[in-house]
């Protein structure tokens, strides 16, 4: 995929998706079902990330934030399959 973002377009379109960051920093978001993600501030770490990888409880990472854009991903202009590819997994490259 060859997409390139407005720098805005998570605050546009998705700000509830934000849920913490990657490392130091936020964590201990609530993630789909009540769970606490991450957790102790130190941020969310990329093993966590990577349990959620399906159409059902799906979290991507951008530029450090951690999204959980399991609501959004009927309403993504480019399909499911753009963001799916990507679950679980940092789509910092991709994204931007």
Known sequence: FN?????????????????????????GAAAAGGAVAGGGGGGITMAEV?????????????????LDVTGFLGEHPGGELSILTF?????????N
């Open 87 to 95: 679950a679980g997994k940092d789509a910092t490259e991709e994204f």
């Open 50 to 66: 990577a349990k959620h990888n399906t159409k059902g409880d799906c979290w991507v990472v951008v530029n450090g934030q951690v």
């Open 3 to 27: 997409m390139i973002h407005p720098a805005d377009v998570i605050e546009k379109y998705a700000p509830d998706a934000v849920i913490g960051r990657i490392g130091g920093g936020g964590g």
